[in-house]
């Protein structure tokens, strides 16, 4: 088993912002955590300073990033300026997220003046914004990312569902490390009374979840193999390096003493996703339109990870195509409503201003 | 005339910082003035705040940051945090700035500790950044753009260099409107002391220069036009919105009161610029490394601009291959001294801290 890998950035030309709405019903959900979070953000002279953590192509953020420009202008006046600084890796699509920014009608350089949008390509498992500089951070859809991959699985997708049992501790291992790393350096980069809320697929004690859409993905890349496109390795490697977590997970750093790094949890728990393309199905019928949706939206998330995984004589985009027609097709023949959890967490920095 | 098409970035895929050595060449003249300049910047309990206008890919920016980051700290000490906001159009190719500053050896990332890279993808023909929030602002080879194209020449490659009077005053007026408002729009981001370098491509009172480079380009678009690859339409609109400024029309803002917009020049001077390629083809005889420097040299900055002004039913890359050819070509057929001057402007934001 070997972590050859890194994650890969979304997919890109505005495909993530395209296929997203799963992720942004579950933002829907947390909307009024994350309002509640902002009321309790002391702002003194100082500029409004908001970070995207994980912004992939930013359309997802613009209602939560307008709601915290709402709040916190709301104690200093309308004149304060506001920095937001959108995070992703190095080779995310930040032209589709400046395009947003610049043009969306529900961007909010069109609601609000003096705001001054930032990008920064860089990991945030380093340090990426100066010390005590952060009132609000918001991180939704990507802490299920790991840092690295902690191990290929022969038999999935996700080596959270492998039957190995050491892929699977490797995956939860490589997890608790980094929600560690992440929860450390946040915790540096957020003001005394600065908030960050975190969104991120969970599971319950009792249901994983994923088994669906991540079982029939699985199965797409097996057909792909059949058919002689990819070599066995190749499925070996295809293992996309995220995973979920439970309640006790997400507590564990904060166990002896109730805080960790500086943070103490405001607000943890974990939801019943939503599956609106199943939803649409049970009122149209439309099953193309339910296998063509989720068929997206995996793309968008898995497509480039799948493809570093292959071998670099492919045609690569030809094999992308032809893993995610597949897919879509399963989805068609055996529709399912994408069971699914996520959690939604809120920390606070401890400290006076 | 029409001002149909807005100015494009550089040449993406990292092309820019693969052919810009001549403004590397000119950027190394100004050195000497920019750490002068930095020496009087007043630097209290604040993060130190660098900006770079116009940055492009961004490795021509790394030596003049190292050396704000070296002056700046001298004084405050080499822990003091370091935001540095690199900007330039949405359009621009920040995927390569980003790996620039994560992997290059000359990155201030590997040289110095606490320094935070930011990107801002937007036109600096609007404000950017917070206001009075800037230290020292790098300015260097962009400002030549004009904020919308002023007219389209018949004859030209360069408005500035039409034999129709109209088309160069229209030049003469957009570069002088957007000479004040850059100068109004840094004003307010640049803190009271804060120092602002630009360089551009000037004209002395006698020679204006990139006759050759210029002259053999709008040849090789004739070229093409007569292979009929290109209709005579679209060769007037491949007028590349750039022009020269005189000292004159830098000083002219400034005329009445010695100050502009709560800016005072320090420094102005129009050197001669460089010829490395010519250098070279003295000592070397290599006519060939000759052609194809300035020919890669032209290609990054003119190239996608060219690209904009062809019909869209073209093969647009295959246009742009095939007049960059023939550029090379001719120069290699007819290689000359480019002849060309640039300007190196100091300006100091007035005020007390």
Redesign the interface.
């Known amino acids: 088993m070997s972590a050859r890998s890194q994650s890969a950035a979304m997919e890109g030309s505005g495909w993530y912002n395209r296929h997203s709405s799963m992720q942004a019903a579950g933002n829907e959900r947390a909307m009024a955590y994350w309002k509640d979070a902002l009321e309790k953000v002391p702002v003194g002279g100082e ?1 409004i300073v908001i970070a995207d953590y994980g912004c992939s192509q930013g359309l997802n953020s613009m209602k939560p990033i307008n709601a915290a420009i709402d709040v916190l202008r709301r104690h200093v006046g309308a004149e304060r ?1 506001v ?1 937001v ?1 959108h995070n992703d890796l ?2 995310n699509d ?2 589709s ?3 947003v ?2 043009g969306e009608p529900s961007s909010y350089m069109a609601a609000h003046g ?1 705001a ?7 990991s945030y498992f380093e ?5 005590a500089s952060v009132h609000a951070a918001w991180n939704s859809w990507t802490i299920q990312w790991m840092s690295k991959k902690a191990a290929d699985a022969p038999d999935h997708v996700f080596g959270g569902m492998s039957g190995v049992a050491e892929v699977r501790a490797a995956v939860a291992g490589q997890q608790a490390a980094d929600w560690g790393d992440f929860l450390n350096l946040r915790s540096r980069e957020l003001r005394p009374g600065g908030r960050l809320l975190s969104i991120f697929p969970a599971c319950t004690p009792e249901r994983r979840g994923w088994e669906y859409l991540g079982g029939e993905l699985w199965e797409a890349v097996l057909d792909i193999h059949a058919d002689g496109l990819i070599e066995l390795h190749e499925t070996h490697r295809v293992t996309i390096p995220t995973g979920v977590r439970s309640l006790a997970d997400v507590r564990a750093p904060f166990r002896d003493s109730g805080r960790f790094a500086g943070l103490e949890i405001e607000h943890a728990e974990v939801l019943d996703g939503p599956d609106m393309f199943w939803e649409d199905l049970q009122r149209t019928g439309d099953v193309k339109y339910f296998a063509s949706g989720w068929a997206g939206m995996a793309r968008g998330f898995a497509g480039p990870t799948i493809a570093n995984a292959l071998d670099e004589t492919r045609d690569r985009s030809a094999i992308i195509d032809a893993i995610f027609q597949r897919y879509e097709a399963r989805l068609a023949a055996n529709p399912q409503r994408h069971e699914h959890y996520f959690a939604v967490v809120v920390l606070a920095k401890v400290g006076e201003r």
Chains 1, 2 share one sequence.
């Not at 001054?116 to 860089?122: D, E, Q, S, T, V």
């Not at 340090?127 to 010390?131: E, G, K, M, R, S």
């Open positions: 500029n300026p920095e600084y190095p080779s930040f032209g997220l400046f395009q920014i610049a003096n001054f949008p930032f990008a920064i390509g860089r340090p990426i914004l100066p010390p």
